[in-house]
């Protein structure tokens, strides 16, 4: 039972960040039933060593230790969602979609391109069997971090790997930027040119128009590019 506890602990925020299954849209009741079910097979393989809590102080330590490093594991989990939600919501900004909002995968409002390219990042990798990958990390991660060891994650990596991602989003919505402000300083002077042509009815629908067109060919190169940074973020699996 207590082994049970301790694996329960480590899958809680994993399983819950976990692209596709730890989506809102996926129920907290399904979400609750894989956890269960990963657990007790992870339980019963024999990779988790016994633990040795003596006490309910102990105990309550090593649930709480596994409760950490769960949460690490399941950030850089999410992280490789984030980083198209991030880039998604960088584009809806410098195309002009930033007020069409979608069903939300997260916990709130997204813009119309995030909603798509986490949606489609999501299908890419549960078509590429990534959540059997993740199993199979974890039991692989009881012998390079055993129960209790918080001391023995790389929290550095972890804090690269958000500052890598961060960037590498800002780098895929780069070209919308950059069309952006071509877009404004075009426009500037075509308004210094023209004081009394209403330069923003003519641009605006452009803008929107063109970048439409940009994202739908470039969005599959961007995801293919994705998909190779998104498991290197991960690190573990």
Request: charged share 10%; glycine share 10%.
């Amino acid at each position: 039972m207590v082994m049970f506890m301790t694996v329960i602990a480590r899958l809680s925020f994993v399983v819950f960040m976990m692209p596709g299954i730890g989506d809102q849209v996926i129920s907290s009741r399904t979400r609750l039933f894989v956890l269960l079910g990963m657990a007790a097979a992870i339980a019963s393989t024999g990779v988790v060593a016994a633990p040795s809590a003596p006490g309910i102080g102990d105990l309550v330590l090593l649930l709480g230790s596994e409760v950490v490093i769960g949460f690490g594991l399941g950030a850089l989990l999410r992280l490789s969602v984030w980083m198209l939600t991030i880039a998604g919501t960088v584009i809806a900004q410098s195309i002009g979609l930033a007020q069409f909002l979608g069903v939300a995968l997260e916990h709130e409002a997204q813009t119309v391109t995030s909603n798509m390219l986490s949606l489609a990042g999501t299908t890419i990798l549960l078509t590429a069997n990534y959540h059997v990958a993740v199993v199979d990390g974890l039991m692989r991660l009881y012998t390079e971090i055993p129960l209790g060891e918080v001391g023995q994650v790389s929290w550095p990596m972890i804090f690269d790997s958000f500052y890598s991602a961060m960037g590498f989003a800002l780098m895929l919505a780069w070209p919308f930027v950059a069309a952006n402000l071509l877009y404004n300083i075009c426009l500037g002077f075509i308004n210094k040119a023209l004081p009394s042509l209403m330069v923003a009815f003519v641009g605006a629908p452009f803008m929107v128009g063109a970048g439409v067109m940009l994202l739908a060919i470039s969005v599959s190169g961007m995801l293919i590019i994705w998909k190779d940074r998104a498991l290197q973020v991960i690190g573990w699996l």
